[in-house]
């Protein structure tokens, strides 16, 4: 039931950004412009994250994310009556708020269902929704804004998924918190904010998954945020097709690899202290080669095949980023850990989709499109920090652990 619910979380969010060379002819609006747009709701939603993550570890999962919803929902309907430019901005805002209570609701509802020995497999299936939502909206929102307008494909995504909400209201059950851990009962009260706090500040394991986690959405942003318009105005991709090659190459590869991913990472977990995060560092290391040939390839060809490559490495990370720190923070936190660390990704993340949009307009090359290559190739470095931050993690892994033995074992 979350796997859909989290597949319209992302197709809503995607399908703006499939229309952007529509935006562009219709509004004329420039690359700042058209960043900011795409800024905006990551703004918002790392913003509010804490405040999400703090009500989902004292309120009802269920209702936070079947609310969120039908909120985010109805805001996607908005978004196809806006003519303006802070209309766009403001109903991003407003999208972003919705869909920042999903995640630490449902990854802390999940994990209470399933111990260290299942628990990345079981993240990193729903998370396979994160991608074939992501396709959804951009194949769809440019195939219906090149068949019935751009708007329609709004429309379309908000209406089912304020309907899939009011479904699964009757159908979704909410678990015990903790228990699928044997050795940790569950408080009979959450810890406050000042407990949360010094905890994750003496939890180097966990500082060191957040700025990886900043990293790797900087990088992350960017791709969902500016490849149709890098596939139109570079590769001279129909819009439609853009739509779909500039999700379905990355996001497919993705979704084939996050499973393989979260059996690792459950495989290395129950031997090394650190072992999901071994494995999030070997995806962001082997996915920054990819992402540099993605920047400076001249071939449609050799961009596919990279693209590809890159999505299959990108799984690997994505598999894992809540199940790694949730190893190491005890289960009346969790939705607050997650809240945060959604907090540090998504604000830091919102930087990228502005900088290339500054960098594309104001870069060193004489045309703005040489300018973007250059910036998503250099991102490539910003994997590889990554990959330094997650191999001191899994170092640190084995201090910070939390101590309990799950319930169900492979």
């Known amino acids: 039931m979350l796997w859909f619910v989290c597949f319209f979380n992302y197709s809503d969010r995607q399908a703006i950004f499939s229309v952007f060379p529509k935006l562009k002819e219709e509004f004329g609006f420039d690359k700042v412009q058209l960043g900011l747009i795409g800024s905006a709701f990551m703004w918002v939603y790392a913003l509010a994250a804490p405040l999400a993550g703090f009500a989902g570890d004292r309120w009802k ?11 985010w929902s109805f805001v996607t309907m908005l978004t196809g009556y806006c003519t303006r430019l802070w209309h766009f901005v403001g109903v991003r805002a407003l999208e972003g708020l919705g869909e920042t209570f999903y995640f630490p609701a449902s990854t802390s509802l999940m994990s209470d ?42 429309f379309f995504f908000g209406g089912a998924g304020i309907l899939l909400a009011l ?14 851990e044997l050795e940790l009962a569950p408080a009979s009260a959450p810890p406050g904010w000042r407990e949360i706090v010094l905890s994750l500040l003496r939890n180097r394991t966990a500082l060191l998954l ?17 490849t149709p318009t890098f596939l139109v105005e570079k590769f001279h991709f129909q819009l439609a097709s853009a739509g779909l090659s500039g999700s379905v190459f990355i996001h497919l590869a993705s979704a084939i690899s996050v499973p393989l991913g979260g059996w690792l990472a459950d495989r290395l977990s129950l031997r090394l202290a650190g072992g999901r995060m071994l494995v999030q560092a070997a995806g962001l290391l082997a996915g920054a080669a990819f992402v540099f040939l993605v920047g400076t390839t001249v071939n449609v060809t050799v961009l596919l095949v990279v693209m590809s490559c890159f999505g299959l490495c990108k799984g690997l990370y994505d598999s894992n980023i809540f199940a790694s ?15 945060i660390m959604n907090t540090v990704g998504w604000g830091g993340g919102a930087l990228g989709p502005l900088a290339v949009g500054w960098i594309s307009k104001h870069g ?30 899994a170092a640190c892994a084995r201090r910070d652990r939390v101590g309990y033995r799950a319930i169900s074992q492979p």
């Open 61 to 71: 999962r269920k209702h936070l994310i079947l609310g969120g919803c039908i909120f």
């Open 113 to 154: 269902y399933h111990g260290a020995g299942t628990r990345s497999r079981a993240l990193a299936f729903h998370n396979s929704s994160v991608y074939l939502g992501t396709i959804a909206g951009g194949w769809l929102g440019a195939w219906f804004a090149v068949h019935s307008g751009w708007r329609s494909g709004f």
């Open 167 to 180: 479904v699964l209201q009757r159908f979704l059950r909410e678990p015990g918190r903790g228990q699928a």
């Open 210 to 226: 957040l700025a990886a986690f900043l990293g790797a959405n900087f990088v992350a942003t960017i791709f969902l945020t500016w």
């Open 325 to 339: 720190i949730f190893d190491v923070i005890e289960p009346r936190s969790r939705g607050t850990a997650a809240g």
């Open 364 to 393: 060193r090359h004489a045309t703005e499109m040489d300018n973007m290559s250059e910036a998503i190739a250099s991102c490539s470095a910003i994997y590889i920090v990554g990959a330094v931050l997650l191999l001191l993690a």
